[in-house]
T-cell receptor, first 115, second 115 residues
């Protein structure tokens, strides 16, 4: 298995809702990432987990809450989002934080719309 | 710290014409270099990478990139583009010696192939 699987592919939520994005990989990668990507912009790093511990938080608002239940799973819990949080949310994984010999493997993303 | 500059935000080119997407990097240490491609509404896919050895690396779909240490560049080229090559292309750099620094992405170049 050489994929990163993200669910759901599309999500519409109201500003008072609570929802979660899920990411799964079975490549034995020990680093996992959440990125946010606005239209026609590069991905912006949000969080990095290394060996299931949060190692980098890029000053992301607390309405985004990451969780890494085990080495294969990464969640992003969403609460009280704003319309400007609408974006493509990408999950990625790699052998190590720097990417090593293989770079990062990305999922296909969750298209989030906040209404 | 590493940084990546993609000099062109948009590159329009006619079908079957050659194309070069430029990437320059800055780093105080040895680096790994990557090109990723993103098709509309999808995640990023690894196109090719330079780790060491031959400075010319190739992808399976006809793209190639050449690592030039003296010019700190890793430009992406294709001798004859197809409509299906229309996408966003991201150059990325990582620290060759490991550590805890994630991949650094450029701002991207949008390649538009015109029929």
């Amino acid at each position: 298995d050489t994929e990163v699987t993200q669910t759901p592919k599309h999500l519409v939520m109201g500003m008072t809702n609570k929802k979660s994005l899920k990411c799964e990989q079975h490549m034995g990668h020990r680093a996992m990432y959440w990125y946010k990507q606005k239209a026609k912009k590069p991905p912006e790093l949000m969080f990095v987990y290394s060996y299931e511990k949060l190692s980098i938080n890029e000053s992301v608002p607390s309405r985004f809450s990451p969780e890494c239940p085990n080495s294969s799973l990464l969640n992003l819990h969403l609460h009280a989002l704003q319309p400007e949080d609408s974006a493509l949310y990408l999950c990625a994984s790699s052998q190590g934080v720097t990417g090593g010999n293989y770079g990062y493997t990305f999922g296909s993303g969750t298209r989030l719309t906040v209404v | 710290a590493q940084s990546v500059t993609q000099l062109d935000s948009q590159v329009p080119v006619f079908e079957e014409a050659p194309v070069e997407l430029r990437c320059n990097y800055s780093s105080s240490v040895s680096v790994y270099l990557f090109w990723y491609v993103q098709y509309p509404n999808q995640g990023l896919q690894l196109l090719l990478k330079y780790l060491s050895g031959s400075t010319l690396v190739e992808s399976i779909n006809g793209f190639e990139a050449e690592f030039n240490k003296s010019q700190t560049s890793f430009h992406l080229r294709k001798p004859s583009v197809h409509i299906s090559d229309t996408a966003e292309y991201f150059c990325a750099v990582s620290d060759h010696f490991g550590g805890n620094t994630p991949l650094v992405f450029g701002k991207g170049t949008r390649l538009s192939v015109i029929a």
